[in-house]
């Protein structure tokens, strides 16, 4: 059974950073694209960043103007998305997920199994 364990959500003020972590297990994880997609409330659930079986190829959402990273440790079966110079727009419920191919991809449903999320609040 795949599990996905997202952390390191919380409040934060506009302009300030928070890093978030999702630790897998169940699969090798170091077989599989991982990504992190996020939902605000009343929106649909929308795409942040992608990042392939090594870590040699990563996507993000345009939206993003560059203050996200993905990074993975596969030595930690874990996956990363450092936030910086956060909006209060950022504000959502943080999923990560895993895509059962070795590159990842903008569409959440060719992603096959997802954590409980975390939330993320950025005041103003």
């Known amino acids: 059974q795949v599990q996905l364990v997202e952390s390191g959500g919380g409040l934060v003020q506009a302009g300030g950073s928070l890093r978030l972590s999702c630790a897998a297990s169940?699969?090798?994880?170091?077989?599989?694209?991982m990504g992190w997609f996020r939902q605000a409330p009343g929106k649909e659930r929308e795409f942040v960043a992608a990042i392939s079986w090594n870590g040699g190829i990563t996507y993000y959402a345009d939206s993003l103007e560059g203050r996200f990273t993905i990074s993975r440790d596969n030595a930690k079966n874990t996956v990363y998305l450092q936030m910086n110079s956060l909006k209060p727009e950022d504000t959502a419920v943080y999923y990560c997920a895993t895509k059962s191919t070795l590159v990842g991809g903008s569409n959440p449903q060719l992603y096959d199994y997802w954590g409980q999320g975390t939330q993320v609040t950025v005041s103003s």
């Open positions: 169940g699969r090798t994880f170091s077989s599989y694209a």
